[in-house]
């Protein structure tokens, strides 16, 4: 047999370097990387919730303030179910942090009257200590106007509750928020109305939309309240929602609006924002919902 020219060498030297570089080899015998669009993306982990945060930060309203638990028409922040150093209430921060690191490491910007527009800027304050933990409540003022026609637009307090977390995340994009839902006002109403002194309260101003002609059960009074309340369940769809496409945020799951509220837990001044024992209440809800596995 004839020995193949130098053309035909060459040749045959070509076709047997495609075919190994078709098979996937490279001339030592190792495998031929892979094209990078081709390797598995590494996955990452979902972040962990940390169940023991050593900072708080408060944001809300009258009720985190604690709002009437001691005195008429008056705040005292020393029930506050949140950082509160009262033993009665047991706070958040002290179930957290212990008595020392609550007083330490815990900050209140709640303010009474506020509304969900007022949320950024509180944000902003509770930002600045960079807490591990920001709480919030709020959203009962937005329900609670002179008339159920004055209350926020389920849009605007959508808005105003995504700037809230915005503000937040861009000062302190790892804080842990903790939200609770709105209250059911209607449920208030109905247990505050039995007690005489209360309804004298109510009539300085005291939500007026569900509390104003606390007795008044005609028609159009029940359409009035139903409508409060129906507004109260739309801000609770919102928080659940908005909390939901942030990582770091819990919902208590509607365990705030749930809570059957009896006259030991309001305020025997008002007989509408929790009492001490309320806010105790409030507290062991938080508690239960932040250290929860799931």
Known sequence: MRKPSSR???????????????????????????????????????????????????????????????????????VSWATGSDAEVDSLAVRLLGVSGAAERSWNYAVTGARMADLPEQM???????????????????????????????????????????????????????????????????????????????????CPSMLSDADDLTSAATQRRDQVQRRVVEYNKVLKEVCAKDRSCRFDDNAVYDYDFGTDQLSHWDWFHPSKDGQARLAEIAYKAITSVT
Request: glycine share 6%.
């Open 8 to 78: 035909t060498r060459a040749a045959l030297a070509l076709v047997a370097a495609a075919a190994l570089g078709a098979a996937g080899c490279d001339t030592s015998g190792g495998s031929v990387p892979a094209p990078e669009s081709t390797k598995a993306r590494a996955v990452r982990p979902a972040p962990v919730w940390d169940r023991s945060p050593a900072s708080i930060a408060a944001v809300g309203d009258s009720i985190t303030r604690g709002f009437d638990a001691c005195t008429v028409l008056s705040d005292c922040p020393e």
């Open 124 to 206: 902003t304050q509770a930002a600045a200590h960079s807490p591990q933990l920001v709480t919030v409540m709020a959203g009962a003022n937005d329900a609670c106007r002179a008339s159920a026609s004055a209350m926020t637009p389920v849009a605007a307090f959508r808005a105003d509750f995504e700037e809230a977390l915005r503000t937040l995340r861009k000062e302190s994009p790892k804080t842990q928020v903790y939200v609770a839902s709105v209250p059911n006002l209607k449920r208030l109403w109905s247990e505050g109305r039995t007690n005489p002194l209360g309804k004298q309260v109510w009539k300085l101003g005291i």
